[in-house]
T-cell receptor, first 113, second 114 residues
Framework: TQLLEQSPQFLSIQEGENLTVYCNSS?????LQWYRQEPGEGPVLLVTVVTGGEVKKLKRLTFQFGDARKDSSLHITAAQPGDTGLYLCAGGRTGGGADGLTFGKGTHLIIQP | DAGVIQSPRHEVTEMGQEVTLRCKPI?????LFWYRQTMMRGLELLIYFNNNVPIDDSGMPEDRFSAKMPNASFSTLKIQPSEPRDSAVYFC????????????FGPGTRLTVL
């Protein structure tokens, strides 16, 4: 069974600070995806990384896929209250379109004004 | 365009009752996924369909759970009989079946079994 471990589980910081959350596995994934989920809603895809060592940026969010494709990180610069939410990483054999995803348990992020 | 539609949004039932959750995928999507989310176990894949055919149901916890997709625009997840440990948020997601495709999630059904 492929497992994804996310850390930290909970993180509360002040507006303007930087943060990094991690997603680690003992297995190799063809790709990793990051989702953000708000209360009462389903997860929404932020990014897909597919190549070992790949770095993608989405405004103040930077996503990195490990060289061995077993781990990934999400870095947020100058966090804002609107970044508050549950951040989930997910791995799949074909990247999610054609098969089910394995999700980590998520990082609950709170950005305080 | 409408997103994935799930009904009901909330369901409260008593142990032993049958529960049916419904999902309408995004038009044109040919893959459909059922997930369950709890605080303890996170988001878990239960079953998924490609072109209305069940591909992998290894995540279905017990024989009490069953899922059907009679056509491209409708799927059901049924629990019979329901138990308190089935309490969770159940999500349906759909996608176009291709490598690195995006799964679009519905708003979920919050199920409480008393």
């Amino acid at each position: 069974t492929q497992l994804l471990e996310q850390s930290p589980q909970f993180l509360s910081i002040q507006e303007g600070e930087n943060l990094t959350v991690y997603c680690n596995s003992s297995s190799v994934f063809s790709s990793l995806q990051w989702y953000r989920q708000e209360p009462g809603e389903g997860p929404v895809l932020l990014v897909t990384v597919v190549t070992g060592g790949e770095v993608k940026k989405l405004k103040r969010l930077t996503f990195q896929f490990g060289d061995a494709r077993k781990d990934s990180s999400l870095h947020i610069t100058a966090a804002q209250p609107g970044d508050t939410g549950l951040y989930l990483c997910a791995g799949g054999r074909t990247g999610g379109g054609a098969d089910g995803l394995t999700f980590g348990k998520g990082t609950h992020l709170i950005i305080q004004p | 365009d409408a997103g994935v539609i799930q009904s009901p949004r909330h369901e409260v039932t008593e142990m032993g009752q049958e529960v049916t959750l419904r999902c309408k995928p995004i038009s044109g999507h040919n893959s459909l996924f059922w997930y369950r989310q709890t605080m303890m176990r996170g988001l878990e894949l239960l079953i998924y369909f490609n072109n209305n055919v069940p591909i992998d149901d290894s995540g279905m916890p017990e024989d009490r759970f069953s899922a059907k997709m009679p056509n491209a625009s409708f799927s059901t997840l049924k629990i019979q009989p329901s138990e308190p440990r089935d309490s969770a948020v159940y999500f349906c997601a759909s996608s176009i079946s291709r490598t690195f495709g995006t799964q679009y999630f519905g708003p979920g059904t919050r199920l409480t079994v008393l």
